[in-house]
């Protein structure tokens, strides 16, 4: 019995991401760390969607190449499994962030 639980394939949960593209010197990519990222990480919505960050100059990540890039700085893009659901450019300040943020979050697979 043990042996047939090992054969049988498990599918694997690949979490929902909050892709963050920035470049050196982005003002409101600035603006951003100082304003959202503190409290993001312990945020309802940065434990959903944790922040990853891509920087728009070097090479793009192999498991987002059906993401295309940007070259709006900062551009959030949120990603699960695979498919995209929603992408933000710009940067809106403080309270819109989070307004559009969860507006984004909400069309996430329930």
Not at 54 to 69: R, T
């Amino acid at each position: 019995m043990l042996l047939s639980c090992l054969l049988v394939p498990q599918k694997f949960v690949i979490a929902a991401e909050l892709i963050m593209i920035e470049q050196d010197r982005c003002h409101f990519c600035m603006v951003f760390n100082k304003e959202i990222l503190p409290s993001y990480v312990e945020s309802d919505e940065g434990k959903l969607a944790p922040l990853r960050r891509l920087n728009l100059k070097n090479d793009w990540p192999l498991d987002l190449s059906n993401i295309p890039k940007d070259r709006l700085t900062p551009t959030f893009v949120l990603f699960e499994d695979n498919v995209e659901y929603g992408r933000l450019r710009g940067y809106p300040g403080k309270e819109r962030f989070w307004i559009l943020l969860r507006e984004m979050l909400s069309n996430l697979p329930k």
